[in-house]
């Protein structure tokens, strides 16, 4: 298993006939963000959700995946706001063979902090392997826009989105691609979070799958279900009702 790098480290890349395959895997942990806020004082309860993420780390170095991926979900409960630890539980859920949970998890971390880099250098890796090229070369070079120009990530994140756009040639690279990736962060397949039409309704939709996950004893995807139906529908006092009790219910475990 990886261990936690100050810096950002790459899958390893094998070429073979313009094409790329990832074969050995590392992720970018470091919680690397532009335009960082200035520290404030945290909660006891945003302190224990950053212990929690701590714990996690050293479980996920020895290769304990379920207890730090159980440790990660705490943390979120805790403190629902904390994008670094969307982006622990994305390569926890990428390794554990969840891609849908990844994908949600690491665009969580983006809806939280758009600029949060290392996110997006994963979500781009993430979408290579899954051969989703259009929308890895967009992570790219959202990655490549927002890093430091100095930074060596920020060189391979734009040397990655010119293979991509190499290797999906003669289509119209640059401007076609932008259109077809541009609503990534709206249009996510299978009901995921993000904002759609009629956001009542499927934030009515979302609180039945949390209410279900409740009845399961699953409080992490039911808190996670309910605050993806708050956001799309934040007036909602059902869903804040639930999300306390569920908080409440989970802390007590």
Not at 6 to 29: D, N, W
Not at 35 to 55: F, G, H, I, K
Not at 183 to 200: A, C, F, P, Q, T
Not at 232 to 244: A, C, R, Y
Request: net charge negative.
């Amino acid at each position: 298993m990886p261990n936690k790098f100050p810096g950002e480290k790459m899958r390893k890349l094998i070429l073979i006939s313009g094409c790329f395959v990832f074969f050995v895997t590392s992720y970018v942990f470091a919680a690397e963000s532009v335009n960082d806020a200035p520290e404030v004082q945290l909660t006891e309860v945003q302190t224990e959700a950053r212990e929690y993420r701590d714990q996690g780390l050293k479980l996920q170095e020895i290769g304990d995946l379920d207890g730090a991926m159980k440790l990660y979900q705490k943390a979120t409960v805790l403190d629902p706001a904390y994008q670094v630890v969307y982006n622990d539980l994305g390569i926890i859920y990428e390794a554990k063979g969840m891609p849908d949970r990844a994908e949600e998890s690491y665009l969580k971390c983006i809806k939280i902090d758009p600029n949060y880099l290392s996110a997006y250098s994963n979500l781009a890796i993430f979408y290579e392997n899954e051969r989703k090229l259009g929308k890895a070369a967009y992570c790219w070079k959202k990655r490549m826009d927002l890093g430091d120009p100095g930074d060596p990530w920020t060189l391979k994140a734009r040397q990655r989105f010119e293979d991509i756009r190499l290797a999906l040639s003669p289509r119209p690279a640059a401007d076609s691609q932008e259109r077809d990736v541009v609503g990534l962060m709206k249009d996510v397949s299978n009901e995921k979070y993000i904002l759609r039409h009629d956001d009542k309704a499927f934030a009515r939709n979302k609180l039945r799958q949390a209410r279900f996950s409740y009845g399961t004893e699953d409080y992490a995807t039911a808190i996670r279900e309910a605050l993806d139906a708050q956001y799309l529908d934040p007036d909602n006092k059902d869903i804040e009702e639930f999300i306390q009790k569920t908080q409440n219910r989970a802390l007590t475990q």
